[in-house]
């Protein structure tokens, strides 16, 4: 989490549902894509974020970033905009950003290159079901990437609070104030990755072509 504050929120959890690994030759890919849902509890959020940033969900300029390692990639942040005083629960707080159009799909440069896909979202009351979907591949090298190729996946499941700034006329970017997630606060190293204690994983050099399930779903 860098140098930014970060806290662990009761009742915002992350359950894993289902997954599969497969391979993709005509990219030279592998590609895994798992489902899971991430849990909320909206009273828990509200007396959180209110202790950081008074009247959060109250300003138009105030903004929420989710921050979903391992799931997909929001571009930016999105602004409570017309929504701010209206979000009274978690199923409206996740329709702030489950627009997939706002994640990146794009491949990243340089050695095992990562792409993810734009996640299926699908708020379900105080539950969003993510499908999500994470390819591998060389860059350079153009040879066929290899299972044993693939890193130690952490699965996050985080939101980023940041709070708006006016100096009139202007509207300056949101800053963020605190993020909050279902991970503990301490780091743990695993596998030679460095994660929040508590956070879901897989070894994915460890897999095999087919479904990903329960058992290869590590506690960190």
Known sequence: MSDRLYRRLEGMALEFVS?????????????????????????????????YIPGYLESPINAIRPELGGLAYHLSYDYFSGAAGNIHSSQALFNIFSNPEFYMSEWSSGGLSRRYANPDLKVEGNELIIKATQDFRWDKDKRQVVIGDLPVIGFNWALNLLQGHTTAPDIQAPTTKVVLGYAQEDSVIVEGAKMLRGTLYMT???LRFGAITASDIKVA
């Open 19 to 51: 997954g599969v690994l497969e391979e993709k030759p005509a990219e030279g890919a592998i590609g895994y894509t798992v489902t899971f849902k991430l849990l909320l509890d909206f009273t828990h959020f509200v007396h959180m974020a209110n202790r």
């Open 204 to 206: 994915a050099s460890k």
